[in-house]
């Protein structure tokens, strides 16, 4: 029996500053995003390689942090397509890989590692404007969260 090799990609979309508020993403549209970007790029023959081990495992519209798996052969293209997106829905943004793993696990502790320092900016930021409408933002809370959906990944 031959075991199927999996690398699970940690990845963060940044956007320009001017954009990042109006912007509304989630699985399909990223998933969409990187296909395309890989039809552009690889043609048919990199849809049709990646189109059964690829899948969007975990992401954050608030930190906009993403778990991804792809075989081993290809995840190489598909990191690739991912620093080619220059944008999704019209808006100006980049794709930034944070850790690539073997194994869930590690890419699990990565992710929570970068996910709370993400919270942790926002909340600063947030604190800083003072901003009334923002004040029922609870960092603890948030935080909890985005650990339980990030462990409860599954395989």
Known sequence: MVRFKNRYILFEIVYDEDEEKKINVNYSIISKAIKTSIEQNFGAYGIG?????FTIKYFSPVTKIGILR???KQFNMIWAS???INNIQNNGCLIRVLHVGGTI???QKAAI???QEQLLS???KIAKSKNTK???FDIEEHIQKSYNDI???EV
């Open 113 to 115: 590692k970068y996910d």
């Open 82 to 84: 991912l620093t080619f």
């Open 134 to 136: 923002n004040d029922n």
């Open 122 to 124: 926002i909340y600063s």
């Open 105 to 107: 696990k590690s890419t």
């Open 70 to 72: 792809s075989s081993r």
């Open 151 to 153: 462990m409860s990944i």
């Open 49 to 53: 390689i990646i189109q059964s081990s």
